[in-house]
T-cell receptor, first 110, second 117 residues
């Protein structure tokens, strides 16, 4: 199956670091995507990992371990504007659609 | 266009009425996807188009749902005899080509919020 699990909610303080974990049970994904979705808006692409390891992109980093079916999104130096839902997604090789997790709502407090 | 456009942005209808939701993808994107997002839920895949063809309609919840795409561009999602459980945000996305790969990032529209009374 393609069950994708991530925590429902996380709260952190402005300037802090938050790590959002995502686990999946599948025969294999092409890679693992992270999208950000602000309330009432469209999801927007954040990152894509196809190889194991850490990909750093400014304040956001994403990690993938294909053998463990595990990924995380690391948000550093949190800002109020980072309050949003973060969606983990993947698709099996040869498939054409992304399967999404339910999303993790991150609330950044002053 | 510069982005994915969806209309209407909001639609309130009475139970039993038909609705049409429109998606105008990014110019040149061959793949088009419809997803549904209920309150507090993740994105539920509905249907995928490659060009004008829909290789997989298995995500459509019932035969009341249908979709078409013409000219490899605009797509319309039609819901007949709407029910209250159809209330959700319907998101359209397009990509340069099909398949989940790094070169194939989905760009989403802002969605059509459907409320069935």
């Amino acid at each position: 199956g393609q069950n994708i699990d991530q925590p429902t909610e996380m709260t952190a303080t402005e300037g802090a670091i938050v790590q959002i974990n995502c686990t999946y049970q599948t025969s294999g994904f092409n890679g693992l995507f992270w999208y950000q979705q602000h309330a009432g808006e469209a999801p927007t692409f954040l990152s894509y990992n196809v190889l194991d390891g850490l990909e750093e992109k400014g304040r956001f980093s994403s990690f993938l371990s294909r053998s463990k079916g595990y990924s995380y999104l690391l948000l550093k130096e949190l800002q109020m504007k980072d309050s949003a839902s973060y969606l983990c997604a993947g698709s099996p090789p040869g498939d054409y659609k992304l399967s999404f997790g339910a999303g993790t709502t991150v609330t950044v407090r002053a | 266009g510069a982005g994915v456009s969806q209309s209407p942005s909001n639609k309130v209808t009475e139970k039993g009425k038909d609705v049409e939701l429109r998606c105008d993808p990014i110019s040149g994107h061959t793949a088009l996807y419809w997803y549904r997002q209920s309150l507090g839920q993740g994105l539920e895949f509905l249907i995928y188009f490659q060009g004008n063809s829909a290789p997989d309609k298995s995500g459509l919840p019932s035969d009341r749902f249908s979709a078409e795409r013409t000219g490899g561009s605009v797509s319309t999602l039609t819901i007949q005899r709407t029910q209250q459980e159809d209330s959700a945000v319907y998101l359209c996305a397009s990509s340069l080509r099909g398949g989940g790969s790094g070169a194939n990032v989905l760009t989403f529209g802002a969605g059509s919020r459907l409320t069935v009374l």
